[in-house]
C-alpha cells in the first residue's frame, strides 16, 4: 500500500508539471499572437471590436485589409502610442502593412491638431494620421494617391517607399528624425512644402519623374547633402524650392524641366556649390540665390527657350533661335512630360498651361510643313488641351491647308472653335430670362457728397465736361482721361487708396499708368461728380475661371437719351447703331448674338498707337469678354477700397450660368433698370 500511494503521488506530480509547461505554452502561444495579427475590415468602424479590447495595447505587428473611416483611425492611433488628443497611450504597435486598404467618410475625428481631422478621400492617407505615433515600418496603400498634410510626421519610420503616382503634401514627414531613406516611384504626381522637413537622418533624396515641386519643398532638412530628379519634371516653382538645408551641396535635373517658376529657387544654403539642369528647360523665371555664398550659378547643359533673367540662366540666341524642325524637335522632348501628366488625370499647372501651349501651336505648324501629319496632330492635340484658342490663327493658316479634308483635324478645330470662336461661343450662350426673386437695388451717390464735390473741384470737371449737351460731356470726360492716364494692363495695383485723385496723383507721380479697372473706376467717380449716376462694369468670358483677361468698362446713363451708354476710357472706345444711337453694353451684346449692325467710333484706339476696329475690339475681344457682367450694387467715391470692403457684386448671367461668389442674376431688365 505504501509503495502505490508513492507512486501515485509521483504520478500526480508528474502530470502537474506536464500541465503547467502546457499552460505555459499556451500563455506564450497567446502572446505571440497578440503581437501579429491580421485583420480585414469588411464595415468601416469596426476595427475595435475586430481587434479587441485585451489585444489592442499588446499588438506589435498589424497587417490591415479593406476601408477604414475616423472611428477605426483613432483606435488605430491608440493602438501606435497616442490617442485623438495626441496624448501617450501605452500602444506598442511599431509594424502596419495598409497595402490593401482605402478610407472612408464618417466616423467623425481621428485627432485634433489645430482642429478635428478627418477622412478627405478614398485614397488619401488622412492629414496627421500617425503624427506622433511610434511606427518604425509602414507598407502605404498601393492605390494611395495623396499623403495629406503631416501624415507621417514625427514617426519612427527609416525606410519609406511610396506608391505610385502619389502626391507628397505638406509637411507630409515633417520632424520623422529616424528617416533615411525615401524610394520615389516611376512618376510622382507632387511635393509639396515642408514635405521632408527636419528629417535629421535623410542625406540624399532621388526622386524620378514628377509633376509639380512646389516652394519650400525641401526646406530645413539638416543632414540632406544631395537631391537629385533622374526624370522630368513638369513645374519647378521658383520661391525657395532648396532652403535653409545647411548640408546640400549638389542638385541635379536629368531629365527635360517644362518650366520653372522664379527668382528664388535657393536660399540659405551655405555649402552649396552646383545646381545642374542636365536636359532642356522650355521656360523659367530662375534668378539670383540668397545666401549661398559658395554657389556659382545654374549649369544648363541643353537648351532653354525662354528665360526671364537672362543673366542668371541664358535661353537661345536669336542667332540659334528655334524655328521650324529645330523648334517641332525641341517640342517633342516636352510631349512624354505632358502626356504622362494627363496619364494619371494629372493637370499642367495653369501658368505652365498659358506659357507652353503656343509653344506646342508652333510646332505643330512646323510638323504640318512639313508633311508630319501623325506629329502635327499630335503637338496641336496637345496645345489645345493646353488651352491654346486662337480660332482664327488655325481657321485661316495656310499651314493646315493639307489637313482640311482629315477627320482627326477637323474634330481638334471644332474643339477651338467651341473655345475660341468667341462670337459662336456667345451665339450659343442661353437667353437671359425675367426673374422673379426680390433683389437688392444699384444705388447711386449724389453729387453733392464732400467727395464727390472735392473730385468736381480737384480735377476742373466742369471745364474738363465743357458747355455743350450732355452727351458731348460724357465723351470730354472720357476723352480727358484716356489722354491723362495711359492704359497699362500689366501694371501693379496702384499702392495708395483706390479713389480718382489718390490714383491720379499717384500716376502722375511716377509715370505709371493704370489698367482697365483701376482706369474705369476713375471715370466713374468723375461721372457721378459730374451727376451723371454711373457704374463701372467688369466683363469675362465663359471660361472666367481660368481666363485671367476680363475687361472692365463704365455704363453712364445719358438722361438726354434715356438710356445708359457704353464708354470705354481704356480705348477711347464708344458703341452705335447703325442711326448713330449710342448703346450700352447689354445692347451691343444683344446685336453682336443677332448679327445687328454695330458701330465703333472712328477714333478708338489704345494709348494713341494702335487703332481699334469694330472686327478687333467688339466682335473679338468684347465679345469674349461680354458673356458676363458683374457691377457693385452701390457705386460712390471710393467703391472699391483697398481693403476689399466695397459692397457686394451683381452678376448678370446667362440662365444656368453661375460664377464662383457674389449675388447673380439672369435678368437683364433688372441689371440694366433705370437709376
Known amino acids: 500500500m505504501e509503495r502505490k500511494e508513492n507512486c501515485s503521488s509521483e504520478n500526480a506530480l508528474y502530470y502537474a508539471r506536464i500541465l503547467f509547461v502546457w499552460f505555459c505554452l499556451l500563455g506564450q502561444v497567446g502572446h505571440v499572437v497578440a503581437k501579429r495579427l491580421k485583420v480585414e475590415v469588411e464595415t468601416p468602424g469596426t476595427l475595435p471590436e475586430l481587434v479587441g479590447k485585451k489585444a489592442k495595447y499588446k499588438v506589435t505587428d498589424l497587417t490591415l ?226 545666401h549661398c555664398p559658395l554657389f556659382e550659378g545654374y549649369t544648363v547643359k541643353g537648351k532653354v527657350l525662354r528665360s526671364q533673367h537672362k543673366d542668371f540662366v541664358p535661353q537661345v540666341s536669336d542667332e540659334e533661335c528655334l524655328e521650324g524642325r529645330g523648334l517641332a524637335d525641341f517640342m517633342s522632348r516636352f510631349a512624354p512630360v505632358v502626356r504622362r501628366i494627363w496619364a494619371h488625370g494629372g493637370e499642367v499647372m495653369g501658368y505652365m498651361k498659358k506659357t507652353s501651349a503656343p509653344w506646342f501651336y508652333h510646332s505643330a505648324c512646323a510638323w504640318a510643313s512639313e508633311g508630319r501629319d501623325e506629329e502635327a496632330l499630335a503637338h496641336l492635340d496637345i496645345a489645345i488641351k493646353l488651352g491654346f484658342a486662337k480660332y482664327d490663327l488655325i481657321k485661316g493658316g495656310k499651314k493646315w491647308d493639307a489637313l482640311r479634308g482629315n477627320p482627326e483635324f477637323q474634330a481638334l478645330v471644332e474643339k477651338v472653335r467651341e473655345v475660341g470662336d468667341y462670337l459662336y461661343v456667345l451665339k450659343k450662350s442661353p437667353a437671359y430670362r425675367e426673374d422673379a426673386r426680390p433683389m437688392p437695388a444699384f444705388t447711386y451717390q449724389s453729387a453733392t457728397d464732400s467727395n464727390l464735390v472735392r473730385v468736381r473741384r480737384y480735377f476742373n470737371l466742369d471745364s474738363i465736361a465743357g458747355d455743350g449737351d450732355e452727351i458731348s460731356q460724357i465723351k470730354n470726360l472720357m476723352y480727358w482721361l484716356h489722354d491723362a492716364i495711359r492704359h497699362d494692363g500689366g501694371s501693379m495695383w496702384p499702392d495708395c487708396a483706390r479713389n480718382s485723385i489718390a490714383m491720379y496723383e499717384l500716376c502722375k507721380r511716377e509715370g505709371r499708368g493704370l489698367n482697365c479697372r483701376f482706369l474705369a473706376q476713375v471715370l466713374s467717380e468723375m461721372y457721378l461728380a459730374m451727376g451723371f449716376p454711373s457704374r463701372f462694369v467688369t466683363c469675362q468670358s465663359k471660361a472666367y475661371d481660368t481666363d485671367t483677361d476680363c475687361h472692365v468698362i463704365n455704363m453712364v446713363w445719358s438722361r438726354q437719351l434715356g438710356k445708359w451708354i457704353w464708354m470705354d476710357a481704356s480705348f477711347a472706345a464708344y458703341v452705335t447703331d447703325e442711326n448713330g444711337l449710342l448703346l450700352h453694353p447689354g445692347e451691343v451684346r444683344e446685336r453682336l448674338i443677332k448679327g445687328l449692325p454695330l458701330v465703333l467710333n472712328e477714333d478708338a484706339n489704345w494709348n494713341h498707337k494702335t487703332k481699334q476696329t469694330k472686327e478687333g475690339y467688339l466682335e473679338n475681344y468684347m465679345a469674349k469678354n461680354l458673356y458676363m457682367l458683374d457691377a457693385h450694387l452701390e457705386s460712390r467715391f471710393e467703391t472699391e477700397p483697398a481693403d476689399g470692403s466695397g459692397s457686394p457684386r451683381m452678376y448678370l448671367v446667362p440662365e444656368g450660368f453661375w460664377p464662383l461668389s457674389g449675388h447673380t442674376t439672369y435678368d437683364d431688365r433688372y441689371f440694366w433698370q433705370a437709376p
Open 65 to 290: 485589409k479593406g476601408t477604414l473611416n475616423g472611428r477605426d483611425l483613432c483606435f488605430l492611433r491608440e493602438m501606435a502610442g497616442r490617442d485623438k488628443e495626441r496624448q501617450s497611450t501605452p500602444g506598442r504597435l511599431r509594424v502596419l502593412d495598409m497595402r490593401y486598404v482605402s478610407f472612408a467618410r464618417g466616423g467623425g475625428g481621428y485627432v485634433r491638431h489645430g482642429e478635428w481631422r478627418e477622412v478627405q478621400g478614398e485614397h488619401t492617407l488622412p492629414p496627421y494620421l500617425f503624427s506622433e505615433c511610434g511606427l518604425t515600418h509602414i507598407d502605404l496603400p498601393e492605390r494611395l494617391d495623396t499623403i495629406a498634410e503631416g501624415a507621417l510626421g514625427a514617426t519612427r519610420i527609416s525606410r519609406i517607399v511610396l506608391p505610385e503616382n502619389v502626391f507628397v503634401g505638406a509637411s507630409a514627414f515633417y520632424g520623422s528624425n529616424e528617416l533615411a531613406e525615401v524610394v520615389f516611384p516611376r512618376q510622382a504626381r507632387g511635393v509639396w512644402k515642408g514635405a521632408f522637413e527636419g528629417c535629421a537622418q535623410l542625406k540624399t533624396l532621388s526622386l524620378n519623374h514628377v509633376d509639380f515641386i512646389s516652394g519650400g519643398a525641401f526646406q530645413k532638412m539638416p543632414a540632406v547633402e544631395r537631391i537629385e530628379v533622374n526624370g522630368d519634371v513638369g513645374q519647378l516653382d521658383g520661391w525657395r524650392t532648396f532652403a535653409e538645408c545647411p548640408q546640400l551641396k549638389r542638385v541635379d535635373f536629368r531629365g527635360v524641366v517644362l518650366g520653372t517658376g522664379g527668382p528664388t529657387l535657393l536660399a540659405d544654403c551655405p555649402r552649396l556649390e552646383q545646381v545642374v539642369f542636365h536636359g532642356d528647360i522650355l521656360s523659367t523665371g530662375l534668378g539670383a540665390a540668397e
